[in-house]
């Protein structure tokens, strides 16, 4: 399974676009990555899955290069109700899953 | 309504007396997991499942049994508990094979404090 490095902390500002980089030098033909959200207290919330270029859903963005050597999440216009801690994921299938240390989001009035 | 619920949310106990987490999903997922998460150290997955009858070891899975007779349920064993087992511990479920994503769903969690 792909190893993948976040920033630990990052803040920002309501209305501000935040954008989270992930990095997974060893990603594998097959393998997808995923992003997911959590709140405190709560379990995690999946956000977005992509494979190649861009993906957009009706909460983010998720753009991957060609060498898919890394990821970046976009949150665009965040507000308060952002705060969380995202995790990207690199796996295959769904099996066996790695989460890492994950980004703490502060976004501040 | 679309859920995975996990039984008890809250659950204090001794060294040493066995207990039994339950999760139970209503989506007729083949995929299911347990993972704990410690402060600093995120999640971690315990087992999986992929189907009935089939499980395997996720990165932390010594002092835990699982065990997946339906599909819908799929039981975390703490055979004996010690104070290292103190975590959250998250279920969730999802349908890799079917629908060609891994967007896992979790369970709200259970909170174990062990004395």
């Not at chain 1, 405190?40 to 998720?62: C, D, H, M, W």
């Not at chain 1, 790695?98 to 989001?105: H, N, S, W, Y």
């Amino acid at each position: 399974l792909a190893k993948t490095t976040q920033p630990i902390s990052m803040d920002s500002y309501e209305g501000q676009e935040v954008n989270i980089t992930c990095s997974h030098n060893n990603i594998a033909t097959n393998d997808y990555i995923t992003w997911y959200q959590q709140f405190p207290s709560q379990g995690p919330r999946f956000i977005i899955q992509g494979y190649k270029t861009k993906v957009t859903n009706e909460v983010a963005s998720l753009f991957i290069p060609a060498d898919r050597k890394s990821s970046t999440l976009s949150l665009p216009r965040v507000s308060l109700s952002d705060t969380a801690v995202y995790y990207c994921l690199v796996h295959t299938g769904g099996f066996k899953t790695i989460f890492g240390a994950g980004t703490r989001l502060f976004v501040k009035a | 309504e679309a859920q995975v619920t996990q039984n008890p949310r809250y659950l204090i106990t001794v060294t040493g007396k066995k207990l039994t987490v339950t999760c139970s999903q209503n989506m007729n997922h083949e995929y299911m997991s347990w993972y704990r998460q410690d402060p600093g150290l995120g999640l971690r997955q315990i087992y999986y499942s992929m189907n009935v009858e089939v499980t395997d070891k996720g990165d932390v899975p010594e002092g835990y049994k699982v065990s997946r007779k339906e599909k819908r349920n799929f039981p975390l064993i703490l055979e004996s508990p010690s104070p290292n087992q103190t975590s959250l511990y998250f279920c969730a479920s999802s349908s890799p094979l079917r629908t060609g994503d891994n967007e896992q769903f979790f369970g709200p969690g259970t909170r174990l404090t062990v004395l």
